[in-house]
T-cell receptor
């Protein structure tokens, strides 16, 4: 069964304190792995797509990496505005649906 | 560039009533998806349209749920005889076959509360 597990569930950081979020997955043939950001009361906002092991994508303070079993979202020198829930999802080659993890809720305090 | 639009943003109804939600995808996006999200969980897939054809339905989509996309543009999701367990955020997403990495872009959802 295709599955996504994210850890930790919640993460509290001080402004400027870098860290990483983990996304472990099992999928029958990976078409793509997606990272989204979700603010309270809003829909998920697309961040990155990764397709193959070794691939990396960057956007401002965020960097996503992918291996055959997991993905990491690295946050460098975070700011309070980076506070949100970060969702990881996979899409299998045989399907169109995104299979989401439960997310990691990040809180960054100044 | 307008994003995915959903209406209403909030819906409160009594158990047993029928409700209908609307989704307007990003223009020229031919693929449209419905998901459901409950508190503390990630979105769960419900159904998928390519143009006006409904090509995939999740086992989560009971026979009380029906979705349409009559002209391949906007879509509606109807829930009949609502139950307490239907309380959730209903999210719509769209994507384009032409876009290279085909990410799904989400609207801000309709929050359904069943009294």
């Amino acid at each position: 069964e295709d599955q996504v597990t994210q850890s930790p569930e919640a993460l509290r950081l001080q402004e400027g304190e870098s860290s990483s979020l983990n996304c472990s997955y099992t999928v029958s043939g990976l078409r793509g792995l997606f990272w989204y950001r979700q603010d309270p009361g809003k829909g998920p906002e697309f961040l990155f797509t990764l397709y193959s092991a070794g691939e990396e994508k960057e956007k401002e303070r965020l960097k996503a990496t992918l291996t055959k079993k997991e993905s990491f979202l690295h946050i460098t020198a975070p700011k309070p505005e980076d506070s949100a829930t970060y969702l990881c999802a996979v899409q299998a080659k045989a399907g169109t649906a995104l299979i989401f993890g439960k997310g990691t809720t990040l809180s960054v305090s100044s | 560039d307008t994003g995915v639009s959903q209406d209403p943003r909030h819906k409160i109804t009594k158990r047993g009533q029928n409700v209908t939600f609307r989704c307007d995808p990003i223009s020229e996006h031919n693929r449209l998806y419905w998901y459901r999200q409950t508190l503390g969980q990630g979105p769960e897939f419900l159904t998928y349209f390519q143009n006006e054809a409904q090509l995939e339905k999740s086992r989560l989509l009971s026979d009380r749920f029906s979705a349409e996309r009559p002209k391949g543009s906007f879509s509606t999701l109807e829930i009949q005889r609502t139950e307490q367990g239907d309380s959730a955020m209903y999210l719509c997403a769209s994507s384009s076959q032409k876009e290279r990495n085909q990410p799904q872009h989400f609207g801000d959802g309709t929050r359904l509360s069943i009294l």
